[in-house]
């Protein structure tokens, strides 16, 4: 069981470093971990966290010794081995590296999967939620349709509406020390270098010449009456040869 989910870990991490893609439940908490300022591992550990305690209540057979050490582990496998790769050894991925890469992902996908579940030993809080699905429904939706609606959903095919809800829902979760809520300050000092920008746009159109179309105006227009001229070719126009 310890060497799946050690498989699983280097899974995620050689995924990373292909930057092919990783799988939906892992690119939902890398770009979540991303915006919040947060580790890939830390991240992950907490949004597990929070799916346990439904899967306590509506599966409790799936928690196991396992599905603690999955949900610790794997993501902060992840996050050294990406560390080791890019920081300490540095290596360029090109091309050939980065295909490497993948099919090392899935080789160790393959086999941690494999290892993982053959122990029995508990699943990870993310996978219980297709058994919690399959309970719910009756089995009208079976294990491995609710498997797939879930990717759909951390992919992003179902209505913006439905992600801005879960997106407020993090926003509630998430401390204020973990830089979300810095978010009002931000947009205010973005708001105030675009008046800066404008501002500065402003004055070196009135000294030279506009940059963009929003500085221009008709009395600046007059420099460009040349073009308004009849060209060479034009001999039908009144100044043409």
């Not at 870990?9 to 470093?17: A, H, K, M, N």
């Not at 966290?49 to 993501?75: D, E, K, P, W, Y």
């Not at 040349?226 to 070719?233: A, L, N, R």
Request: glycine share 6%.
């Amino acid at each position: 069981m310890v060497l799946g989910i050690l498989f699983i870990g280097l899974c995620v991490s050689f995924l990373r470093l292909s930057q092919f893609g990783v799988d939906p439940f892992s690119a939902m908490n890398l770009g979540i971990s991303g915006f919040i300022g947060w580790s890939f591992g830390t991240w992950q550990l907490l949004i597990n966290a929070i799916i346990l305690v439904v899967v306590f209540f509506q599966a409790r057979s799936c928690i196991g010794v396992g599905t603690i050490i999955n949900m610790i582990f794997v993501g902060y496998i992840a996050d050294f081995i990406c560390y080791v790769a890019n920081d300490v050894v540095q290596i360029q991925m090109n091309l050939p590296l980065r295909i490497i890469a993948l099919l090392l992902a899935q080789l160790m996908a393959s086999m941690g999967v494999a290892l993982y579940m053959v122990a029995n030993m508990g699943i990870a809080p993310y996978d219980s939620v297709a058994t919690i699905i399959e309970k719910l429904t009756h089995q009208k939706i079976p294990f491995h349709k609710a498997r797939i609606t879930i990717h759909q959903f951390l992919q992003g095919s179902y209505p913006e509406r439905i992600r801005a809800f879960l997106f407020h829902i993090i926003r509630f979760i998430v401390p204020p020390q973990a830089g979300l809520c810095q978010f009002p300050a931000a947009l205010a000092f973005f708001r105030e270098k675009v008046e800066l920008r404008k501002e500065a746009l402003k004055q070196y159109a009135e000294q030279y010449d506009p940059l963009t179309i929003d500085t221009a105006n008709d009395r600046m227009s007059r420099s460009f009456e040349w073009v308004m001229q009849p060209w060479p070719w034009e001999v039908n126009r009144k100044g043409g040869c």
